[in-house]
Nanobody
Framework: QLTLVESGGGSVQAGGSLRLSCAIS????????MAWFRQAPGKEREKVAC????????DYDDSVKGRFTISRDVAKKTLYLQMNNLKPEDTAMYYC????????????WGQGTQVTVSS
């Protein structure tokens, strides 16, 4: 059983930066799939960044490449999303997700953290 708790959201002006955190409780392995998703009002949830917990197989959506960086602190068991040069279109609720690489594993989700970027 895993619990994910996001934090770090807020309101910034365009061009600003935020760092989102996802604190993980429970057993986790380097092979587990980690991801950051976002959902704007009236839109579908989309994946913006993903990686294995071991921080390999890293990938970003084209809309955030070069601006967002996924990282982790193993000791704190925390996943981060550094977001630079934020744009108004980045405004959304951001969610952390973890999918264990186990047979029939469920995906665990955090409660989300709101990011609002004003122009």
């Amino acid at each position: 059983q895993l619990t994910l708790v996001e934090s770090g959201g807020g309101s910034v002006q365009a061009g600003g930066s935020l760092r989102l955190s996802c604190a993980i409780s429970g057993p986790i392995a380097s092979t587990y799939d980690m991801a950051w998703f976002r959902q704007a009002p009236g839109k579908e949830r989309e994946k913006v960044a993903c990686a294995k917990w071991g921080l390999y197989n890293i990938d970003y959506d084209d809309s955030v490449k070069g601006r967002f960086t996924i990282s982790r602190d193993v000791a704190k068991k925390t996943l981060y999303l550094q977001m630079n040069n934020l744009k108004p279109e980045d405004t959304a609720m951001y969610y952390c997700a973890c999918t264990p690489t186990l047979h029939n594993a469920n995906t665990y989700w955090g409660q989300g953290t709101q990011v609002t970027v004003s122009s």
